[in-house]
C-alpha cells in the first residue's frame, strides 16, 4: 500500500485506525488551543517558542498530507478554513507573527467536527452527541465563533490597548459586546477594534437566536426516510410526514 493510500485512508476512510487517527487530530487541536490560550498569561520565552515550532511542525506535516491526498488542491487551499488555518500555521512557525493568529486552529476543530466521519464515529460512540446532535453543533458553532472573536481582539488590540492584556479580558470585552451588556470598562481602540465589535454583534447574536431556535423547537430524531430522503422526525413518529411511508425509527429500550 502507498503512503498516498494510507494517508487517504487515514483522513477519508472507515475503519477503527481512520477513526483513532481523527480523534487524534481534535485532541491535539484542542490542546493546541489551550496553550494558546494558557500563555498569553505568562511572560513567552525559549521554552515557548520551541513547544510553538513543535505545533507548528506538526500542523505542517498535517497540512501537507491533507493537501496532498486532495483531488481538487485549488479548491482545497482557497477554502476559508484552509486561509485560517494558514494564518496560524504562520502563526506558531513564526512568533514574530503573534500567537494571537494561533487562536484560528479552533477552526480546525470544527472542520473535523462538521465532517462526515467524525460526525458519524461520535454519534455511534456516544449517546448524548447523538441525542443533541443539533444542539451539540449549534453550541459549537456560537463557542468557536466567540473564541476565533476572542483570538482576533487579543491579536489586534493586546498590543495597543492596555484594557487587554490576555485572552481573558479578550473574553470578558466579547461576550459582553454579544449580549449587548457593555459596561464599558474595557473599550477597543482605533478603526479595527471598532469593526471587530461590530462584527460580534452582529454575527455573534445571529448564532445565539439560531442556538436557542434549535433548543426550544420540538426534539427531534434523525432517521432517513427510504422513499424521499426527510431525515428529522418526530421521537414517535410512524410514518414519514412528508412522503406517509412507514419508518422504522431506532429506539434505545425503555429505561
Known amino acids: 500500500m502507498s503512503l498516498r493510500t494510507t494517508l487517504t485512508e487515514l483522513y477519508e476512510g472507515e475503519t477503527p485506525r481512520a477513526h483513532r487517527f481523527r480523534y487524534g487530530l481534535l485532541a491535539f487541536d484542542i490542546t493546541a488551543i489551550l496553550f494558546v490560550v494558557g500563555t498569553s498569561f505568562t511572560m513567552h520565552g525559549m521554552t515557548v517558542e520551541v513547544i510553538d515550532a513543535l505545533f507548528g511542525v506538526v500542523i505542517l506535516i498535517d497540512f501537507s498530507a491533507r493537501l496532498w491526498i486532495s483531488n481538487r488542491r485549488w479548491r482545497f487551499m482557497t477554502r476559508p478554513f484552509t486561509i485560517a488555518e494558514i494564518a496560524a500555521l504562520i502563526s506558531f512557525l513564526a512568533p514574530v507573527a503573534g ?113 436557542m431556535q434549535v433548543l426550544l423547537r420540538p426534539a427531534k430524531v434523525r432517521q432517513p426516510c427510504p422513499s424521499c430522503g426527510l431525515v428529522l422526525h418526530d421521537a414517535d413518529a410512524v410514518h414519514c410526514k412528508h412522503c406517509g411511508r412507514v419508518i422504522h425509527i431506532e429506539t434505545e429500550g425503555q429505561v
Open 99 to 211: 500567537e494571537g493568529l494561533g487562536f484560528l486552529r479552533v477552526l480546525r476543530t470544527v472542520r473535523l467536527l462538521h465532517s462526515y466521519q467524525l460526525m458519524d464515529r461520535l454519534a455511534k460512540d456516544f449517546a448524548f452527541f447523538n441525542r443533541y446532535r443539533d444542539i451539540t453543533l449549534a453550541t459549537i458553532n456560537l463557542l468557536v465563533f466567540i473564541f476565533v472573536m476572542t483570538g482576533l481582539i487579543y491579536a489586534f488590540q493586546h498590543a495597543t490597548n492596555p484594557e487587554i492584556n490576555n485572552y481573558a479580558d479578550a473574553l470578558y470585552f466579547t461576550v459582553t459586546t454579544l449580549t449587548t451588556t457593555g459596561f464599558g470598562d474595557i473599550t477597543p481602540a482605533g478603526t479595527s477594534g471598532r469593526m471587530l465589535s461590530v462584527t460580534v454583534m452582529i454575527f455573534g447574536t445571529t448564532l445565539f437566536l439560531r442556538l
